[in-house]
Nanobody, 121 residues
Framework: VQLQASGGGLVQAGGSLRLSCAASGRIFSWNAMGWYRQAPGEQRELVADIARGGTTNYADSVKGRFTISNDNAKKTVYLQMNSLEPEDTAVYYC????????????????WGKGTQVTVSS
């Protein structure tokens, strides 16, 4: 299973970016997909995730500014980031949780390589 993320870049404070992450490979099912971020010197933290059924979860710091969505048919998750702040600067990682290759196999978690988001003040 591979997770291909795209959409990072450099933006001024107050601007917007949209991240995409597409999963490929042997995928029978998964529980959720989401985005984490890691700033220099900091631990990786959850930004937002979305269950396959659509239930969403957000970090308090991004509520009201970021929106996560998914397209199950495309096995893709999106993160629309508005009103970006310099504190949002980090490498953003896509995550897929409990991915099963077939109905009788155990699930595993997968990570994408990360995409840099830089917000200038």
């Amino acid at each position: 299973v591979q997770l291909q993320a795209s959409g990072g870049g450099l933006v001024q404070a107050g601007g917007s970016l949209r991240l995409s992450c597409a999963a490929s490979g042997r995928i029978f099912s998964w529980n959720a997909m989401g985005w984490y971020r890691q700033a220099p010197g900091e631990q990786r933290e959850l930004v937002a995730d979305i269950a396959r059924g659509g239930t969403t979860n957000y970090a308090d710091s991004v509520k009201g500014r970021f929106t996560i969505s998914n397209d199950n048919a495309k096995k893709t998750v999106y993160l629309q980031m508005n009103s970006l702040e310099p504190e949002d600067t980090a490498v953003y990682y896509c995550n897929a949780r409990n991915v099963r290759a077939s109905w009788d196999e155990f699930g595993m978690d997968y990570w994408g390589k990360g995409t840099q988001v830089t917000v200038s003040s």
